[in-house]
Nanobody, 126 residues
């Protein structure tokens, strides 16, 4: 079982930046693609960004493109989500996810990921 622990969430004002981190353990990190999803109260979990095992390919939801950047450091078993120009609508619990088999158009499908972290809260005030 892969264990994922997110950190870096918090309360910020609109326009500010945050960097989320997700540290993985228990499995070979480079075997896994990684994703970030978020869920606001009363809504379904939605795709934010994903990155393939090597970091050469990244994928973003339209709502965060050009504001958020996903990256990974395989030497540290860590995936990051740099969030700039935050908006109130970015407020949500952010989850890190991993899967060894997800690829192509599946990156944005939360059901394709088998390993999840506990989430970290991001709150953006106007």
């Amino acid at each position: 079982q892969m264990h994922l622990v997110e950190s870096g969430g918090g309360w910020v004002q609109a326009g500010d930046s945050l960097r989320l981190s997700c540290v993985a353990s228990g499995r070979t990190f480079t075997n896994y693609a990684m994703g970030w999803f978020r869920q606001a109260p009363g809504t379904e979990r939605e795709f934010v960004a994903a990155i393939n095992w090597s970091g050469t390919n990244t994928y973003y939801a339209d709502s965060v493109k050009d504001r958020f950047t996903i990256s990974r450091d395989n030497a540290k078993n860590t995936v990051y989500l740099q969030m700039n120009s935050l908006k109130p609508e970015d407020t949500a619990v952010y989850y890190c996810a991993a899967d060894a088999w997800v690829h192509g158009s599946e990156y944005s499908d939360s059901h394709k990921y088998n390993h999840w972290g506990q989430g970290t809260q991001v709150t953006v005030s106007p």
